[in-house]
C-alpha cells in the first residue's frame, strides 16, 4: 500500500471509531515531495501501521484548491478538489465519514478524544 512519507507533523485531533484509532496531522513536512495539508491515518486496535488514510493535499491543476485523497490496500482515489479542504473541520467530518464508510464502521459513533 501507499503511504505518504511524513518527516514532521503536528497532531492536530484524534478519535476513536470502533476498534479503529484515527490522527489527524497538520503543519506536514514530507520526503515525497507532496504538499499535504491535512492526514488523516486511521489505526487497527493491534497494528502498528495505519492501514487507511485520508488526505489533504494541494492540487496540481487548480490553483488554492486541495483534493480530497483515500489510500488504502487496493485504493488510492483521488475523491474531489475544492477549497473547502483547507479547513479543517470540513477535512475531519469527511474523513471520519469516508472512514466509517470505507471500513464498514457506520454502525460506530466516532468519539474526539483531542
Not at 484509532?21 to 506536514?28: K, Q
Not at 474531489?80 to 474523513?95: I, K, N
Amino acid at each position: 500500500m501507499k503511504r505518504p512519507a511524513i518527516r514532521t507533523a503536528l497532531p492536530q485531533r484524534r478519535y476513536k471509531i470502533g476498534d479503529f484509532s484515527a490522527v489527524v496531522l497538520g503543519e506536514i513536512e514530507s520526503d515525497d515531495g507532496v504538499d499535504y495539508r491535512y492526514v488523516c491515518a486511521l489505526v487497527q486496535d493491534g497494528s502498528t501501521e495505519p492501514g487507511f488514510y485520508v488526505l489533504s493535499v494541494r492540487s496540481a491543476t487548480a490553483s488554492g484548491d486541495f483534493a480530497l485523497r483515500v489510500l488504502g490496500p487496493d485504493l488510492d482515489r483521488e475523491l474531489d478538489v475544492s477549497g473547502r479542504w483547507r479547513d479543517l473541520d470540513a477535512f475531519c467530518e469527511q474523513a471520519i465519514s469516508l472512514a466509517q464508510q470505507v471500513l464498514r464502521l457506520e454502525d460506530e459513533q466516532a468519539h474526539r478524544l483531542l
